[in-house]
């Protein structure tokens, strides 16, 4: 190790480094670090300050840190492995801000254990804390803001400032603290391995606490594919492998707020609706909104089973699953009941004591038309197709109570407000064709492929029914306001 001579208290501020104390010998053009600090200098003149992958801070571990007003840096060295990075982010119940760089993406979203998801305005750094504390941030702005180095044991002082301007699209303030709030970077590749964390604190003083865990596969939970309803996801097969961070949830149970993905790296996060699984505790289904959170539990009401008994004459279904006869047919074989139906809302029903308007099934559905089908569910959503770690396609969807019985197309506005907005305000609209194959109840809307880019994302505030040419099909509630 040499010793050199600067000319100011720190190497971030010096302007050249020297050989003597007397500052008149430079020293050799080359790199030069102090106290995780890393500047190179050229022609005698030493060049902005880096930080260098081999001066990061080794995943795994966790900081806890407490200051003054400033603007505080963390590099975090990821290695080479794969996987997800999960960062757990406290910031007391002073504001702060946060956000992460990484391959060029700037992640500024967290999950709340109390409040849930919590992003601001795309590629800023997002303010969370407790609304009792905010400082006039927004109001104060711009702030000019002493930083500060993590250099491995604590955060030093560089000597420099810099000027921080708040908007309040980056305000997500709660009623109390957040608690210990979960982001989820994607690591798919051995490099780059230096993540670039920020925290910002406008007010006098800052205390917060970061751990940021090394890249690992997520947890693998056995789930079904999205459906618009919970009543259509608990009739779905639990045939698919997901991927959860937990943030409420433990070992081998899904939570209130957890982040969830289609992939154990955490890249694609699963689309908004509902999701049937058996990892949910006592719960059977689970709702996803469009940042990838799990919102809701809930328990699947099983239909009863059909059965029949012959009273006076007559087939009668008990409602609880207990008849003698499991169809009405055997029912009406064995009680002396004839065969017969009556057309009640489009729809061709036996009464099961023979007084049936129409002798056969055919004979009432000529009469009677096809069967009446109703629109259940409508919504737009948000989905990552381009790999990043923003919702950057908008898409809709439509879901029926029964299959349609031919191929049908709707026409669906989307309202929303751009990414940070709130849908108390203005709102915008996209306008999609959503078809619904024969035999199916759900759409085959495909996002990524016939949706609308966003590159900063959007905030979904509803959705409704402009058209549909089937006319067996009931718009209902769902129709667009004249």
């Given amino acids: 190790m040499a010793t050199y001579y600067i000319d100011t208290d720190n190497l971030s501020t010096a302007t050249s480094i020297w050989t003597d104390s007397n500052l008149t010998v430079k020293a050799a053009d080359g790199f030069y670090q102090k106290d995780g600090v890393y500047r190179q200098m050229s022609g005698g003149e030493l060049l902005p300050s880096e930080i260098c992958p081999a ?35 406290n910031p007391a119940s ?17 999950s709340s254990p109390s409040y849930g998801w919590l992003q601001g305005a795309a590629g800023l750094p997002t303010y969370v804390g407790a609304t009792g504390n905010d400082c006039g941030i927004v109001a104060n702005s711009p702030y000019t803001l002493d930083e500060f180095q993590y250099n491995g044991s604590t955060f030093t002082d560089l000597g420099t400032t810099t000027s921080v301007s708040v908007v309040s699209g980056q305000m997500q303030l709660t009623a109390t603290g957040p608690g210990n709030c979960k982001m989820v970077i994607p690591k798919t590749a051995a490099s780059p391995s230096v993540v670039d964390m920020t925290f910002i604190g406008p007010c006098l003083g800052t205390v917060f606490s970061i751990g940021v865990a090394c890249p690992t596969p997520l947890t693998s939970f056995a789930s ?29 149970t899904l939570g209130l707020y957890d982040l969830v993905f289609s992939d154990a790296n955490g890249e694609f996060k699963l689309g908004a609706g509902f999701y049937k699984t058996t990892a949910a505790g006592t719960d059977d289904w689970y709702q996803v909104d469009a940042n990838g959170v799990i919102i809701v539990f809930g328990d699947c009401v099983e239909p009863p089973v059909e059965s029949y008994n012959c009273i006076d ?21 064995a009680c002396g009941v004839t065969e017969s139906y009556d057309c009640i809302d489009g729809n061709c029903v036996d009464p099961g004591d023979g007084t049936g308007t129409y002798a056969t099934l055919g004979e009432c559905e000529a009469a009677c038309g096809a069967p009446t089908i109703n629109v259940a569910s409508v919504f737009g959503y948000m989905e990552p197709c381009s790999g990043g770690a923003i919702d950057d396609y908008m898409g809709a969807a439509v879901g029926l109570d029964a299959p349609a019985d031919v191929n049908t197309q709707f026409v669906v506005e989307v309202y929303y407000v751009d990414a940070g907005g709130t849908c108390g305000g203005t709102q915008f609209t ?45 718009i209902g509630a769902f129709e667009c306001p004249v």
């Fill in 313 to 333: 004459g007559n087939c009668v279904d008990p409602g609880d699953g207990t008849g003698t006869y499991a169809t009405l047919g055997e029912c009406e074989a």
């Fill in 430 to 474: 996209e306008t999609f064709n959503v078809n619904i194959l024969a035999g199916s109840d759900l759409s085959n809307f495909d996002a990524c492929t016939q949706g609308v880019n966003f590159p900063a994302g959007a905030v979904i505030c509803s959705a409704c029914i402009l058209s549909c040419d089937n006319p067996n099909i009931i």
């Fill in 94 to 110: 002073v504001p702060d801000g946060i956000s992460a760089l990484f391959n060029s993406v700037v992640y500024n979203g967290v």
């Fill in 224 to 252: 079904s594919t999205v459906n618009v309803d919970s009543a259509t996801a608990c009739s779905d097969t639990i045939d698919q492998t997901y991927y959860v961070a937990h943030v409420n949830g433990a070992a081998g």
């Fill in 55 to 89: 001066c990061a801070t080794p995943c795994g571990g966790a900081i806890s840190a407490s200051g003054q007003q400033g603007i505080y840096y963390l590099n975090i060295d990821l290695g080479t492995d794969i996987g997800a990075v999960v960062v757990t982010f």
